[in-house]
């Protein structure tokens, strides 16, 4: 397969989808991780500490930077299949199969992608954007803090503030929900379209997939809901 055609032919696309979808199963784990960090309650010194290391270390920023060519990789070519897939679709079957052929969040692969980008945007704007552009200490007066003498980007305080709105809390938890369902199918798919054919390992994938898509969106949902609810101190 030639570089024009994995990111032209059907094939190729569902490859970069597979190939992007895993590098970021595994970003998710990253990240669910050191967000898990809040629940030290030690009013945030071990998750503003963890966040620090992943923006001050210049191996992961250029890893951040593999990251978001493969986030856009993966929305273009999921938009695209999408596309051509309701293109297919446009004559439907006379007998509609409903979940019988295919589970309902299977089909809506393309709305939960968007959702789920559209969550992202928003994910951005409130952390990421202020965090590596500098702009956290001119939010508000908590921007920064310091531990040992050493000044740390107060991310921790941001977290606080913002998930102070119930409609951000809401939304961020909707998002978490979308982002279930999405790897519930994603998963399997994947790991089927990078050559896992063996039975015996699909079954373990599979079940993988199910307590993956489970828990991590579980935990990611858990965090706001904590903040706002003052679980964590």
């Not at 989808?17 to 990240?31: E, N, P, Q, W, Y």
Request: glycine share 10%; net charge positive.
């Amino acid at each position: 397969m030639t570089w024009k055609q994995l990111f032209t032919s059907s094939v190729g696309k569902k490859f970069v989808m597979a190939l992007t979808g895993v590098s970021l199963i595994a970003f998710l784990v990253v990240h669910v991780g050191i967000n898990a960090c809040i629940w030290a309650n030690d009013g945030g010194a071990m998750f503003n500490k963890a966040a620090h290391f992943m923006g001050a270390t210049v191996v992961i920023r250029m890893l951040e930077v593999g990251l978001f060519v493969g986030i856009i990789l993966h929305i273009v070519q999921g938009l695209i299949l999408e596309s051509q897939n309701r293109s297919k679709r446009s004559i439907g079957y006379q007998v509609p199969l409903g979940s019988r052929g295919s589970k309902w969040y299977s089909r809506s692969m393309g709305l939960l992608g968007t959702l789920i980008m559209l969550f992202l945007i928003m994910h951005i704007y409130h952390f990421w954007t202020p965090s590596r552009l500098g702009g956290i200490g001119n939010i508000h007066e908590l921007g920064i803090i310091a531990y040992d003498g050493k000044a740390y980007h107060n991310l921790y305080g941001e977290m606080v503030i913002v998930f102070q709105s119930p409609a951000i809390v809401i939304l961020y938890v909707l998002a978490c929900i979308s982002l279930a369902y999405h790897l519930m199918h994603g998963f399997n798919s994947a790991f089927r379209t990078l050559g896992l054919h063996n039975q015996r390992y699909v079954r373990i994938v599979h079940a993988a997939g199910t307590a993956f898509s489970v828990i991590v969106p579980l935990a990611f949902a858990m965090m706001p809901v904590s903040v706002y609810l003052g679980w964590v101190k």
